[in-house]
């Protein structure tokens, strides 16, 4: 019997696909898991990032994230 491969889960936090989409739609929850997003991956220039999305992430970012969550299945890949 063959393994079935597995998904791989690349949203906010590894949720699911769809879940994500919901989430990206609704702009609080994309502003505020975007930010907590980029400074759970670490680094210096994620927590940059992270800061410009706490400036940014409202409007601009928000719309890039919902168009990127729907077509590839991850936040926009702002740096």
Not at 6 to 29: C, Q
Not at 51 to 59: A, E, S, T, V, Y
Request: positive net charge; aromatic residues 16%; hydrophobic residues 60%.
């Amino acid at each position: 019997m063959a393994k079935k491969a597995r998904k791989e889960k690349k949203g906010y936090f590894h949720m699911g696909r769809v879940v994500s989409i919901i989430l990206a739609i609704i702009p609080v929850t994309s502003w505020i898991l975007g930010i907590i997003t980029k400074f759970v991956q670490g680094g210096v220039w994620k927590i940059i990032c992270g800061i410009l999305r706490i400036i940014f992430g409202w409007n601009i970012l928000w719309i890039l994230d919902l168009i990127w969550m729907i077509i590839f299945g991850t936040i926009f890949p702002f740096i």
